[in-house]
Antibody
Framework: QVQVVESGGGLVKPGGSLRLSCAASGFIFSDYYMNWIRQAPGKGLEWISYISNNGAHTQYADSVKGRFTVSRDNAKNSVYLEMNRLSTEDTGIYYC?????WGQGTTVAVSS | DIQMTQSPSSLPASVGDRVTITCRASQGIRNDLGWYQQKPGKAPQRLIYAASSLQSGVPSRFSGSGSGTEFTLTISSLQPEDFATYYCLQHNTSPYTFGGGTTIEI
């Protein structure tokens, strides 16, 4: 059964940093690109990043480019999102997944 | 960036209704589009991939069509569990972009 589980969310002050993790199981992880999307409270979905199956290629939304870094460890079936210079606009639920399956999300709250 | 314009933003409907949601891309995206359903407090679930292919396990009352710049999601006979918010996502060109969402409400 394909499953992804996000972790690492929490409360952080503006300007701070946070690292999200995503553990995958039930499929050949190294065969798949992985994505991060997010949802601000009461708002729609926003795609923010992907990483290629071997980690060589990454892309970002303009809203996070230069502040967020996606990486992966295929030996651990995991993908990560390093988030720096966080602002209140980064508050929301962050989901990890392939385009067909998403985890249940982890909540990031940026507040002073 | 490719803009995805989704309409309507809200859709009053009743059980048994046939409903159609539209997404228009600001430039051609072939058929690199998926449709997602999201219920409150839950992760999005993909219903349709490649614009018109039904995701495994999704009821056949859901269907998708279109290619290029215009896409539709149709629910042939609305069921109580279908009241939710629906999004399209283009994955032809980075940055990928979601439509603004359509909430089907009673």
């Amino acid at each position: 059964q394909v499953q992804v589980v996000e972790s690492g969310g929490g409360l952080v002050k503006p300007g701070g940093s946070l690292r999200l993790s995503c553990a995958a199981s039930g499929f050949i992880f190294s065969d798949y690109y992985m994505n991060w999307i997010r949802q601000a409270p009461g708002k729609g979905l926003e795609w923010i990043s992907y990483i290629s199956n071997n980690g060589a290629h990454t892309q970002y939304a303009d809203s996070v480019k230069g502040r967020f870094t996606v990486s992966r460890d295929n030996a651990k079936n995991s993908v990560y999102l390093e988030m720096n210079r966080l602002s209140t606009e980064d508050t929301g639920i962050y989901y990890c997944g392939r385009l067909d399956v998403w985890g249940q999300g982890t909540t990031v709250a940026v507040s002073s | 960036d490719i803009q995805m314009t989704q309409s309507p933003s809200s859709l009053p409907a009743s059980v048994g209704d046939r409903v159609t949601i539209t997404c228009r891309a600001s430039q051609g995206i072939r058929n690199d589009l998926g449709w997602y359903q999201q219920k409150p407090g839950k992760a999005p679930q993909r219903l349709i991939y490649a614009a018109s292919s039904l995701q495994s396990g999704v009821p056949s009352r859901f269907s998708g069509s279109g290619s290029g710049t215009e896409f539709t999601l149709t629910i042939s006979s609305l069921q109580p569990e279908d009241f939710a918010t629906y999004y399209c996502l283009q994955h032809n060109t980075s940055p990928y972009t979601f439509g603004g969402g359509t909430t089907i409400e009673i």
